[in-house]
C-alpha cells in the first residue's frame, strides 16, 4: 500500500468520470485527487504563471485548484504531495479525446507533463457526448495501471485511452493504434450581438474523422478500446536529416 | 502581391517583436495581423469555447481578438480573412522557446494549429529575458519564410526556431537540432497571503537545460539559430509496435 497515485482531469473535481476511477484506483494504493475547481476543457497545455494557485482540501486527500489540469500535476508534485507519485491517471474524461483533440485536451496535458517530470501516466476517456458510463473505462484503468506498474512505459512515452460508451460484453477488445486525423470544416461562427457588435464562436462540435484503419478513431468507431502511444519529444527526427540538405 | 501572410504571437498585438515581423514580411506579399489583445504566453493550445470572442481592426489589417493565439489562427482562417493564408509566422516571441517549453508556449502552438489546417508555419522567437534586438531574427524570418515558399514543408511538420540575442556578426550561423530537454527541479514555491492563507506560485524560470549536442538549447547557447523541425501527429509509432506486444 506504500504506492501513491494521483488522479486529475479537466472536467472538474466533483465530475462523476473523476470519483469513479479514484474510488477504484484505491485499491492499487494511496490516492491523491489534485484537480480543477471547475470546468477546464480545451485548457490544453497551459499553465497559470501571472497569478498565485490556491488549493483548497475538499475531503481527505482530494484537493481543488482553481488552475489547469498541468497546474495541479505541478502543485501536487512539488507542493501538495511533497513527493512523486508512481502513477498519474488522468480521466475519466466526459469525452472523446480522438486525434488531433489530444492537444487541445487538459486531460490529455496532465499526463503528458507528469511524463515531463518523469511519472508512469495515461489519460482515460468516455468516448460518448451523453449517457456516460464510466464502469468499463474505470475496470480497464486499473488493469492498465497494474500492468504499467510491471512493464513500465516507453521512454518519453504515455497512454491516451480512449473508451466505446458500451457495455461490458459489447466491447470487442481493445487496440494499439496512432493518432487519427480530423476533418478540419469551417469551424467558426459569426453572429450579431443584441447591439449589433459582431462576434466569433468557436464551434466545430461535429467529430468528423477521417477513416483510416489502425488510428483511435476507427478502433472507437469498430467498438475497440483505443490505446495510443504518445511521444513527448515533439521533433519530427526523420524531417531533421531532411533539413539538414537546405541550403538557406 | 498575391500571396497572404498571417502574422499571430502570444505576447500580444501591441508588442515589438510582432510588429518588427510584420513590417519585414510586407516584402512578400499582403500582411495581415490576428493576435491577441494582450499577453497570452503560457497559453499553450488552449482554445476559447465556452465564449464569444471579440475581434477590432486596431489599424488596417490588424486584429486584435480577446482570445488565445490558436483561437487567432481559427478566426483569421474561418472569419476574418476568409481565405486561406499561405504562410503563417508566428512571434517574433520575447524570450526563448527552447525544449518542453514549446507545448507551454502559445507562440508555437499558433504554428501548430496552422499546420493542422494544411497552412505552412514556423514560430520564431529571441532567445533573451532582456535588452531585446529583433532585427537578426526578423531578416532571418523573412529569409525562411521565402526558402519555404519554395520547398516547403515536410508533411504535417511546422518548424521552431530560436534566434540568439546577439549582433548579426556574433551569430554563428544555424543549425537544424532536435527539441532539447530541461533539467526539472522544484518549480513551485509556497507562500502565506497577508491574511494567513496559504497559497502557491508557479515559478520554474530557471531555463536550466541539459547539455546535449544538436538541441536547440545548445544550438541557441552556442551562438547558432536553431531551427526543430515539429510534428503534429504526437504518435510514438514505435512504441506502437512495442505495445502490441502486450498480454494485457
Redesign the interface.
Known sequence: MGMKILITNDDGVSSEGLRILAQKMGALGEVYVVAPDRER?????????HR????EEVSPKVYAVDGTP??CI??AV??ILKARPQLVVSGINKGPNLG?D???SGTV?AA?EAT???IPAFAISLASRSNFKYGVAANFAL??AR?IMQ?GL?E??FLNINVPNLEEDEIRS?K????GK?V?G???V??V?PRG??????GGDEQRFQEIEGTDFYAVANHYIS??????????????K???G?K?
Open positions: 476543457s480545451a485548457a490544453a497545455h497551459s499553465l497559470t504563471l498565485p494557485l490556491r488549493v498541468v497546474d505541478n502543485l512539488f507542493g488531433e489530444v492537444v487541445y496535458s503528458f515531463f517530470l518523469g488493469k492498465m500492468y512493464v516507453p518519453g512515452t481493445y494499439i493504434t496512432r493518432q480530423r478540419f469551417e469551424s467558426v459569426e453572429e450581438d457588435k459582431k462576434y466569433y464562436w468557436i490505446i495510443t502511444p504518445l511521444r513527448v519529444d515533439l521533433t519530427n527526427h526523420s524531417a531533421v531532411e533539413l539538414e537546405w538557406l
